[in-house]
């Protein structure tokens, strides 16, 4: 529910910039007008939009109010050589609810999702979660840094660590940066 809430705030601030953006930089020349004339016309829609562009949240700082909500759980990766490129992470917020990111060869997936404990073919347990984009789970190993990551097609990969900041780099992602 707050990453639908979350998705909301993001999409209307870029539609909102992009509005802006657009409206500001769109001039329409009649025939009668002098090419003085445009470029003097042209001006003042970008002084406006800087003024406007005060008012509005700036992305970075957008970013790090959030991150700033945000405590790391920890996170896997698959390694350099493996077949796919898969990352997950775990935050939780303020309310404490848990937020996952995971990212399957380029297409990312987050929100708040509940866990199921299941098996591997091999009998190793792993949280499974229902993502938007499939189903997917992890399994941290006792140290902590290492585990196994199940792709959206079942297959399992040994997992090495996801720091904190390679973690972060993926929220930056879902607001857009």
């Known amino acids: 529910m707050k990453s639908k809430i979350i998705r909301g705030v993001v999409t209307g601030a870029c539609a909102v910039m992009i509005l802006a953006s657009v409206t500001a930089c769109s001039k329409t020349v009649s025939s009668t007008e002098t090419a ?40 896997l990766k698959t390694a350099d050589d493996a077949d796919k490129a898969i990352a997950v992470s775990m935050f939780r917020n303020e309310d404490g609810d848990i937020i996952y990111t995971y990212e399957e060869d380029g297409n990312l997936d987050y929100g708040m999702y509940t866990t199921e404990t299941v098996k591997t073919e091999d009998g190793t347990e792993y949280a499974k979660i229902e993502g938007s984009i499939g189903t997917y789970g992890y399994y941290f190993n006792e140290d902590l840094v290492t585990g196994i990551i199940v792709d959206t097609t079942g297959k399992v990969y040994d997992a090495v660590e996801l720091d904190e900041e390679g973690a972060r780099a993926y929220v930056n992602k879902t607001i857009g940066g």
């Not at 003085?36 to 003042?44: R, Y």
């Not at 957008?62 to 700033?68: D, G, L």
């Open 36 to 75: 003085e004339e445009v470029q003097v016309t042209e001006e003042a829609p970008a002084e406006a939009q800087d003024e406007a562009g005060a008012d509005e949240v700036n992305p970075e700082d957008e970013a790090a109010a959030v991150q700033a909500t945000l405590t790391f759980m920890g996170g």
